[in-house]
C-alpha cells in the first residue's frame, strides 16, 4: 500500500494499517442536514429561515426566526457567545440553520443555532485520534470501494461498510440491523487476520524428512487416539514441505500429547531434535518417557545441574531453559513443551541458537491449555494448529461446589482417600494472611491439617524448594497445600482429589488444569470447588463440562477474550464486534476467504 507522507501519519495518528482497518473506523453519530415538513422534537434539525430580529444580553444572545419550511417562529439562543457568532445572523437576512428545536406550551426554541451552507446531506460525525473535520476528510476523499476490493475483502462486505461512511438516509447507530453488525464482525476479523498472516516468514528447513512412523506406533503397549495420529500426520506432512514448519499443538488435559512429542522426534531420527520445557519436573518426566518409548534414540536431560558435555553425540536433546545458555548442535527440530509459560523472546532464541543461516529447523510448540475452536481458527493465520480434543481413556471425576456447610463431609471424604493410601491436593488462593480477601491463606490454614494428618507438604510459587517438595509428595505425601503452582506439570499417580479453595475467583481454565491433575491413571477421581458465594453460574456450568475446550468457550462467555497479536490479557478485549464465543461461522467464513483449504 504505498501511502503519501500525509496519509501515512494520520494512519499512525489512528493506528490503522490498512482501509480495511480505517473503514472499522465507523461514525459515532450523524448530523442530518436534509429538511424535515416537521419539528423533530429534541434533535438536531435544519431550518430554512428569515431572521426577523435580534436581542443582545450580557451572556446570551436571543434571535427570532420564521422558519419557511415548518412555517412556524423559532426563538434562537446562543449562550455565552464567541464574538465570530454575532456575525452569522443579520436582520431580514434567509439563511440555513442548524440546532436542536424544542417546543413547551406552543412556543418553540433552538438551541445554539449556527449558520450552515451545507444542505441536503447527512454528514458522519467521527471520534478518533484525528480531529473531526480532518478525520471526515480523510474518509470522504479516500475511502473508496476500489481500495478496499484491493485488499482482498469481500464486495458485499465493502459495500455494507461503505453505506455507514456514506448514508443514503439516516441511520440509527444505537440499533444496528444485523446484516450491518455481522458485516462490521466480519470486517475486523478480517483486517486482524490479514494482520497474523502478515506476521508469517517463511523459511527454508535445515532438513525435509520424508518420514514413517508406522513401525514405532505399533511397538507401543497401547493404541494412540484418532486425534493422536491425525496431529502426528498433520507433523509429518509438515516435515516433507520445501518450508520450516511452525505449528501448535494444543492438547486437552491428560490428552497424550506426549506421545506426538515422541513421535516427532522419532520421525527426525537420524536428524537431532530438542525439546524444551518449562520445569526441572516436566523435563525430566518427558526424559523418563523417552528412554521408555524411544529406546532407540540416544536421549540425553539438560537443567541448569546437568554437567557440561559435549551434545552432538545425542538424538534427543531434552532441557529446560537451561539450554538457552549452552552451546547447541545443529538440529532438525524444535519442541518447546507448555509454551505460554516461556516468553516470545526465549522461544525465538531456542529457534536461533539452532538456525543454519537462512535455514530453519521444524518448530513446534505444545500446549496444555486448550483454547477455544474459533481462536484455534484465527490462530491458523499465522501458524498451523492441531487440536487433541480427545483422552486415551475417559476420567471418571465428580466435580462438586461445596459450601462451609459441608466441611463435615469433605474431612471424611479426606480422611477415606487418605486410608486408602491416594493423595489430596488443597488449592489455596494465598500464601499469607490478607485483609481483603474472605478466605483462608496457606499459612493460616496449614497447622490445622499438619495437626490432624500425617504427611502433608506445602508449597506455592515463590518456594525455591518446590520442584524437590512435589517429587518427595509424589513418593510419600497425603496431602499437598499449594497455590496453583501445580496447574501445569508434574505426574502424579495417586493423586484422587482437589479442593480448590476460593474457585469462583480463579479462570475456568486454571479450574480445568487443577482438576487434570487428579485421576491420572483411571483412578476414580474427585474435584471440590469451595466457594463462600451462595452461587455461581460460573461455577455451576464448570461442573457440568468435562472437555477442556468446551471450558475455554464457556471462559470466553464469562469474560472477554484476549488478544493473541498483541499478547494482552486473558481479560482484556482486542474485539469490539466479534463474539469468539458465538462467532463460529464468521470466523469459518473469514479463514475459508483469507487461509486456502
Known amino acids: ?123 458522519p460525525k467521527y ?36 453505506k455507514l461512511h456514506f448514508p443514503k438516509h439516516l441511520i440509527n447507530l444505537k440499533e444496528l440491523d444485523v446484516k450491518t453488525i455481522d458485516t462490521l464482525k466480519y470486517l475486523e476479523l478480517f483486517s486482524y487476520m490479514k494482520q497474523l498472516s502478515a506476521k508469517r516468514r517463511y523459511f527454508e528447513p535445515i532438513v525435509k524428512v520424508d518420514a514413517s512412523y508406522d513401525e514405532w506406533k505399533n511397538s507401543l503397549p497401547f493404541t494412540l487416539t484418532n486425534e493422536q495420529i491425525e496431529a502426528i500426520e498433520d507433523i509429518k506432512d509438515d516435515f516433507n514441505k520445501d518450508v520450516a514448519s511452525k505449528r501448535m499443538i494444543v492438547g486437552d488435559v491428560g490428552s497424550g500429547k506426549t506421545m506426538v512429542i515422541l513421535a516427532s522426534a522419532y520421525m527426525m531420527l537420524p536428524c537431532r531434535s530438542i525439546l524444551m520445557a518449562p520445569t526441572t519436573i516436566l523435563a525430566n518426566q518427558l526424559f523418563e518417557e523417552a528412554q521408555k518409548f524411544l529406546p532407540d534414540a540416544k536421549s540425553v536431560l539438560v537443567t541448569n545441574k546437568s554437567k557440561k558435555i559435549d551434545l552432538e553425540e545425542f538424538d534427543f536433546i531434552i532441557g529446560t531453559h537451561a539450554l538457552l545458555y549452552r552451546e547447541l548442535p545443529d538440529s532438525g527440530l524444535v519442541m518447546v513443551d507448555e509454551q505460554h509459560r516461556f516468553g516470545t523472546a526465549q522461544r525465538n532464541m531456542l529457534e536461533k541458537l539452532v538456525s543454519s543461516g537462512a ?32 483422552t486415551p481413556f475417559s476420567k471418571d471425576i465428580t466435580s462438586k461446589v461445596i459450601h462451609k456447610s459441608d466441611f463435615k463431609d469433605l474431612l471424611e471424604h479426606i480422611e477415606s482417600e487418605v486410608s486408602k493410601n491416594n493423595q489430596v491436593l488443597l488449592v489455596y488462593p494465598l500464601v499469607e494472611q490478607s485483609e481483603v480477601l474472605e478466605y483462608q491463606s496457606i499459612d493460616e490454614a496449614r497447622a490445622y491439617w499438619e495437626n490432624n494428618f500425617d504427611n502433608v507438604y506445602v508449597t506455592h510459587g515463590k518456594d525455591k524448594q518446590k520442584e524437590e517438595v512435589l517429587l518427595e509428595f509424589r513418593e510419600k505425601g497425603s ?66 463440562t468435562i472437555s477442556g475446550f468446551d471450558i475455554a468457550n464457556l471462559d470466553l462467555k464469562f469474560r472477554k477474550s484476549g488478544d493473541l497479536l498483541k499478547g494482552s490479557s486473558q481479560s482484556g478485549s482486542q474485539f469490539k464486534w466479534v463474539d469468539l464465543a458465538e462467532d463460529v461461522e464468521i470466523v469459518k467464513s473469514v479463514k475459508s476467504s483469507l487461509v486456502p483449504t
Open 127 to 162: 471520534k478518533s485520534a484525528l480531529r473531526a473535520d480532518v478525520m471526515l476528510r480523510l474518509i470522504q476523499n479516500n475511502l473508496t470501494l476500489n481500495k478496499l476490493l484491493s485488499e482482498g475483502l469481500k464486495e458485499d462486505i465493502a459495500l455494507e461498510v461503505l
Open 359 to 390: 535455514k530453519k529447523p521444524h518448530y513446534l510448540q505444545f500446549s496444555a491449555t486448550p483454547i477455544p475452536r474459533t481462536q484455534a481458527m484465527i490462530e491458523t493465520a499465522h501458524i498451523d494448529v492441531s487440536l487433541i480434543t480427545s
Open 479 to 544: 496431602i499437598l497445600i499449594a497455590t496453583t503452582v501445580v496447574e501445569v506439570g508434574i505426574s502424579l499417580p495417586r493423586l484422587t482429589t482437589v479442593v480448590i479453595v476460593g474457585a469462583e475467583r480463579l479462570g475456568l481454565s486454571t479450574l480445568h488444569q487443577l482438576r487434570g491433575r487428579v485421576s491420572r491413571t483411571g483412578l476414580k477421581g474427585y474435584c471440590y470447588l469451595y466457594t463462600n458465594q451462595s452461587n455461581s453460574e460460573r461455577l455451576d456450568r464448570f461442573v457440568d
Open 1 to 123: 500500500m504505498n501511502l503519501t507522507k500525509d496519509l501515512e501519519s494520520k494512519f499512525k495518528k489512528l493506528s490503522v494499517n490498512s482501509w480495511c482497518e480505517l473503514a472499522l473506523n465507523i461514525p459515532h453519530s450523524y448530523e442530518d442536514l436534509t429538511f424535515h415538513p416537521t419539528i423533530q422534537m429534541g434533535k438536531p434539525q435544519l431550518i430554512d429561515a428569515t431572521v426577523e430580529s435580534i436581542f443582545r444580553a450580557p451572556n446570551t444572545i436571543q434571535i427570532t426566526f420564521y422558519a419557511h419550511n415548518l412555517g412556524h417562529t423559532i426563538s434562537g439562543v446562543l449562550f455565552r457567545p464567541k464574538p465570530y457568532m454575532m456575525h452569522q445572523f443579520k436582520v431580514g437576512e434567509r439563511d440555513y440553520f442548524y440546532g436542536v428545536v424544542d417546543c413547551k406550551t406552543g412556543n418553540c426554541s433552538m438551541t445554539m443555532p449556527r449558520k450552515t451552507t451545507t444542505v441536503g446531506a447527512i454528514t
